[in-house]
């Protein structure tokens, strides 16, 4: 018999384990991933739709493997624009003019391919969000397990001790009705009304700059496709230094948008097809181009986040806790592992497998990924302010001067000179933007669901933003590394994650199986145990894995569902405290008590989060 809700003492409408509300990149992650752990959901999105321009669109390496593991790579590769249409990022003029400067992009250069191929079996891609997100749609619908519903405004929550109540209205017929979940998932972008009923807030600098984007298609081939990148960014001279034209390509080479500072005084009006085509052209520098305006998208720029991701039982992803810049391409990819970083502990509590404890980690180990994600991004912002810095662009020069200046990076003089230097320094800063590989990936979870080993945390060999330290430390996402499972090609990211714990071990190892079936007894969660190396099923054929473990070969390496490390043994006398630390994990009731230190919840480990690249 369908029970009353205590908040209002009605019978809702509709019940289920999870309610999303938001339907873009971050809700419709979480649907998928609950999707494959079984965990019955409605997601609720107020357009009627799919996103219908191309809004993000850069995949990097990490959000590649959590695709991968979702079952959905081969139909995003299969789409996107690959790595090898990523490889330079591009400062000109305009873009049939004098090119500035050029820089090697997303680990396309000579000295940065070999660290990007060895991370990952995951190729970093460009598929825009109009485009990603009918795929997500898809396989959301072939797994049968959530509800999709479009058109669907959320409008309200309570929340007691047992569950949340959402009132939801159809846009189209205005009716209203109660759905009665017993956690809620705000992925309702920027301005979330989840994040205000619940009351959550971001801080930072909202809406502290003005663009507008449109969307276009023109054939650029002969000014792009000999130089490939996904980036195009126009010092035009007389515009106010580091106001750039930028070009984004959606589909090589015909289809793009154009981006550019807001200013009604700049002297075109944003509403005016008419005037945003003459302002393209201007960009391009080829007047008898053919420019065909699908969209015109006004919207501002924001650093924000929340300090807090959640409230009780309400917990918020992507957007709605974290905003930045468009640089570095990091809004959509840290939405979608927020969404992958809850939603197997959703399961496991819903599961009465873990104790709630483990949701207080969600915002433990996400909050200080979203806030370094947002501190990067504004640094990158202001770092292309140095390329028209390093041209001598000042406020107040005319274009005939600032021309001039362009002129004088190709003069035979001691001016020249110091200019091309400065403006060399000025892009090598770019790199920050465009090879973050340590942002990127190496991010570890310094408090959270893990146990720490007690050796100190690896340090990289070079800058912890630009550089990836592949390490097994408790927190760090799980070296990739080749292995053979008989004639089949494997990565160690492909033989864990899917919804389980794995265990990780090599010959020798033996204990680690019956500790894998203690902890079970104990915690009821299964811990699978898959051997590498001579004697085991999978097979390290080039040294990899022995190169990355940082363990005996009789030691442990146990792999939480996401990919992510969450303890480590040094050999197979550690085998009996698998248990324990299977139930610490967890929060299970089983757990014994952990004291609280330096800001750590009892029940989970180490000291606070700081964020940051490994």
Wanted: charged residues 20%; proline residues 7%; negative net charge.
């Amino acid at each position: 018999m369908p029970q009353a809700d205590r908040t209002s003492g009605t019978t809702p409408d509709i019940r289920v384990p999870v309610l999303v509300v938001g339907g873009g990149p971050a809700g419709l992650t979480a649907s998928l991933a609950l999707s494959r752990y079984g965990v019955r959901h409605l997601v609720v999105h107020k357009y009627p739709g799919t996103a219908h321009t191309p809004r993000a669109h850069l995949l990097n390496q990490r959000t590649g493997e959590i695709l991968r593991d979702l079952g959905v790579a081969d139909e995003v590769l299969a789409e996107a624009a690959p790595a090898e249409f990523l490889a330079n990022h591009v400062f000109m003029s305009t873009f049939a003019g004098a090119e500035i400067s050029r820089l090697d992009a997303y680990g396309n250069g000579p000295d940065r391919i070999g660290d990007y191929r060895a991370a990952s079996p995951a190729p970093m891609c460009n598929l825009p969000q109009h485009l990603m997100e009918p795929l997500l749609v898809a396989a959301v619908q072939r797994a049968g397990v959530g509800e999709l519903r479009f058109g669907q405004e959320f409008r309200s929550l309570e929340q007691d001790e047992d569950g949340v109540t959402a009132v939801i209205g159809d846009r189209d017929s205005g009716h209203e009705y109660t759905v009665r979940a017993d956690y809620l998932i705000g992925a309702d972008g920027a301005r979330s009304r989840v994040m205000q009923q619940a009351g959550l807030a971001v801080e930072g600098a909202s809406g502290f700059a003005k663009a507008v984007s449109v969307w276009f298609e023109a054939d650029l081939s002969r000014f792009s496709a000999h130089r490939p990148g996904i980036l195009y960014m126009g010092t035009c001279p007389g515009d106010r230094p580091g106001d750039m034209r930028v070009f984004i390509s959606v589909r090589p080479w015909n289809e793009w948008v154009f981006l550019c500072a807001d200013d009604p005084d700049r002297g075109f009006d944003k509403n005016d097809p008419e005037a945003m085509r003459a302002r393209i052209l201007e960009s391009i520098g080829d007047s008898s181009v053919p420019v065909t305006i699908k969209n015109i998208s006004p919207w501002e720029l924001s650093s924000t986040i929340a300090p807090r991701y959640a409230s009780g039982r309400v917990f918020c992803v992507g957007d709605a806790v974290h905003q930045n810049p468009p640089t570095n391409g990091l809004g959509l990819n840290t939405a979608v592992a927020d969404s992958f970083n809850l939603c197997w502990k959703l399961r496991l509590v819903l599961e009465g497998r873990a104790g709630p404890g483990l949701l207080d980690t969600y915002q433990t180990e996400r909050q200080p990924v979203g806030g370094q994600a947002v501190d990067r991004a504004f640094r990158s912002m202001l770092d292309l302010h140095g390329i028209p810095h390093a041209l001598g662009f000042t406020e107040g020069q005319s274009a005939a001067e600032q021309w001039r200046l362009l002129r004088e990076l190709e003069e035979d003089t001691k001016e020249g000179q110091a200019r091309r230097e400065a403006l060399a320094a000025a892009t090598r800063q770019i790199d920050y933007q465009v090879n973050a590989h340590g942002v990127e990936i190496g991010y570890r979870y310094r408090s959270g669901a893990i146990v720490p080993d007690e050796t100190p945390e690896p340090v990289p060999d070079g800058d912890p933003e630009l550089t990836y330290q592949a390490t097994t430390w408790p927190g760090a996402r799980l070296p990739h590394a080749w292995l053979e499972d008989g004639r089949r090609r494997c990565s160690t990211l492909d033989i864990t994650g899917q919804g389980r714990f794995v265990l990780l071990t090599g010959a020798g190892g033996g204990p680690w199986h019956e500790a894998a079936r203690a902890a079970a007894e104990r915690t009821g969660v299964q811990v699978t145990v898959r051997g590498i190396g001579p004697g085991e099923a999978l097979r390290d054929p080039y040294g990899q894995w022995e190169r990355v473990r940082e363990v005996a070969a009789d030691g442990c390496v146990l792999v939480r569902p996401d990919g992510h490390v969450g303890w480590r043994a040094a050999s197979a006398e550690a085998a009996g405290r698998l248990p324990d630390v299977m139930a610490r994990l967890l929060c299970h009731v089983s757990a014994a008590p952990v004291a609280a230190s330096n800001g750590a919840a009892a029940g989970t480990a180490g000291s606070p989060a700081t964020g940051g690249a490994g």
